[in-house]
């Protein structure tokens, strides 16, 4: 249910055309790519359209 995600949860679309020194600075090969960044750190990153590993990916970041 969405009303038990954490409110500080983010997600930001790059056009990765435009914004080449983002797709360097995280290493964005394919797409769709999920990175998770907590603290300014990469936590977790995956590739691919996937609504059961994003959902996951949302729940972890939920428990942090």
Do not use: Q, W
């Not at 983010?10 to 020194?21: A, G, L, Q, T």
């Not at 983002?22 to 797409?31: H, P």
């Not at 609504?51 to 990916?57: A, P, S, T, V």
């Amino acid at each position: 249910c969405s009303s038990d995600l954490n409110n500080d949860i983010y997600f930001h679309k790059v056009d990765v055309e435009n914004e080449e020194e983002i797709a360097r600075k995280y290493r964005i090969e394919a797409l769709p790519t999920f990175v998770s960044i907590v603290n300014g750190k990469e936590v977790e990153r995956f590739e691919g359209a996937n609504n059961d590993r994003l959902r996951k990916m949302v729940e972890r970041l939920n428990k942090m």
